[in-house]
């Protein structure tokens, strides 16, 4: 569920810049070592359209990414503006595998993010989120101090 005044403090913003800090196709697309680079140890992704398509499961080459970034060293976060069900089964499903799924799912409040990082052990200055939509995704997550912000195409693009 999003959180609707949250979302009309973003809509009523005069300016919109500096709210993305990158950009890309995908999240296949993203140089996930330069973000390493610039002290990134946590990845904050968003699910539905993001990683996969808006209700659909987790694609094979998109579990592969998640497999390979948390070989490489990254913690691994979802959070999803997705109903109770559906959060449920995605816990299910990064069940066993470190990937941890936020239980908060009131994007833009920045609530959301602040508790997935607690539980990743994560901080804001060294993680970056990854989503596709400007006034939920990344808009919480700058609120939340979240240094990294990059926004992606909407899954399917290049996937």
């Known amino acids: ?22 950009r890309g196709n995908s ?19 968003d699910f539905d359209d993001t990683l ?6 987790l694609p094979e080459k998109s579990r592969k990414l998640l497999v390979s970034l948390k070989k490489r060293g990254f913690k691994i976060g979802i959070l999803s503006n997705c109903t109770y069900w559906r959060r449920r089964a995605l816990e299910r499903f990064f069940s066993g ?3 941890i799924v936020g239980k908060k799912n009131t994007k833009p409040n920045p609530e ?5 990082m607690s539980l990743m052990g994560a901080r804001p200055e ?30 399917g693009k290049d996937d």
Not at 52 to 57: E, F, I, L, S, V
Not at 126 to 155: H, N, P, Q, S
Request: glycine share 12%.
């Open 1 to 22: 569920m999003i959180d609707l005044v949250e979302y009309l403090k973003f809509a009523l913003l005069p300016i919109k810049r500096g709210i993305a800090t990158g």
């Open 27 to 45: 999240v296949h697309s993203i140089d996930y070592s330069a973000l390493g680079r610039k002290g990134a140890n946590a990845l904050i992704f």
């Open 52 to 57: 996969a398509r808006d209700g659909a499961n």
């Open 97 to 99: 595998t470190g990937i």
């Open 112 to 116: 959301g993010f602040l508790e997935l």
């Open 126 to 155: 060294k993680t970056a989120m990854i989503g596709d939509k400007l006034g939920v995704d990344l808009w919480g997550a700058k609120r939340a101090g979240i240094r990294e912000r990059i926004l992606v195409a909407k899954f």
